[in-house]
Every structure is written in structure tokens, then in C-alpha cells.
């Protein structure tokens, strides 16, 4: 028994006029990291199609070292699926879009913090990391963790976003840039 039954017949209703693509880029040239939220997901709130975009999700759509290591991984795969190091002078966009509402503010507060480090076992910093009390504030960070952090590859753009759970729609709080030159 799986409560996936319902979930499986919808699967089959899909398979029937499935056509498969083999492995290419991603043609919206965009990667999008979102939070885990099923009220934010961008096959439905951004009308992703099979092939378009790799979507990244955790609680809250934050850029953490996880996120970071699969930007890398993914620049380097589109570097090599393009036919190798230096055939494309850009990759593609990774748009960071954190959501009003989300349930990772909760967390925000001290002692909801606390308690729910005791009950799951992970530290309050990693809590507090999670946390997206104003998402306007935490994607602005977002971008610019993810624009300083050394494995990002300069050709490779950055922006931010919020999805707005009341009304649907997605407003840009920060417009695409790439990283400074390192020294
Ligand atoms: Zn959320």
C-alpha cells in the first residue's frame, strides 16, 4: 500500500502521450531556486515545460553550500553538453525566488527556533539559515552569497525574486548580474 496510488494513476495519464528528450540545455537558460513550499512550484506558478529549467528547492529557496555545489556541478555539465570548456561565453541564469508567507518564518522567533532544534536535531543556526521572515530581505543575501561564493562560475548571472502567495505573482527585487572579476 502507498497513499501515491492517486498520485500514480495521474502518472499513467501522463506516460500515455509522453514523448521523451534526450539530455541537452536547458532552454530556458535559467536554473530556479525556490523553497519546498507546495503552494510555490514552478512547473504550475511559472509554466515550466519538461526540458526548460533544473529547479533547486529547500525550506525557504535559500542559496545555501548545497545549493552551491549543484550551481557548480550544472555550469560545469552545460559547459560540457555545449561541446566542452569555453564554447559559450554565457551559461545561464540562476533566479533565486523566495515567497511571501513562507513557513520557514516561524522560525524567526527564538523560542520556536529552540524547540524546533530539540525536536529534529538540527542546530539553531542552521534553523535560523532557513529562516525567510521578510523575503525581500533574504533573497537580496541570497544573491549576494551566491554572486561571492568562489565555485560560482563567471559566466554565470544571478537574480532575485519574490513570488507573492496572496495575489500569484512574481515581482523582481533583484535584476540580473554576474559576479565582480576576482582579482
Ligand atoms: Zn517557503
Redesign the pocket.
Known sequence: MTRMNPLFERNEQFARTYTPEGLGLPTAQAIIVT???HR?DPAIVLRLQLGEAPVIRN???RVTQAVIDDIAFLGYLTEQLSGGQGALDTLFEVAVV??T????GFLADPGFRRQAAEATGLTEAALEAST?ADPHTTVKADVERLLAAPQLSPKVSVSGHVYDIATGRITTTVDAQYPQPRP
Open positions: 523553497c519546498l513550499d510555490v525550506a525557504g529557496g523566495h515567497h508567507q513562507c513557513g520557514t525567510v
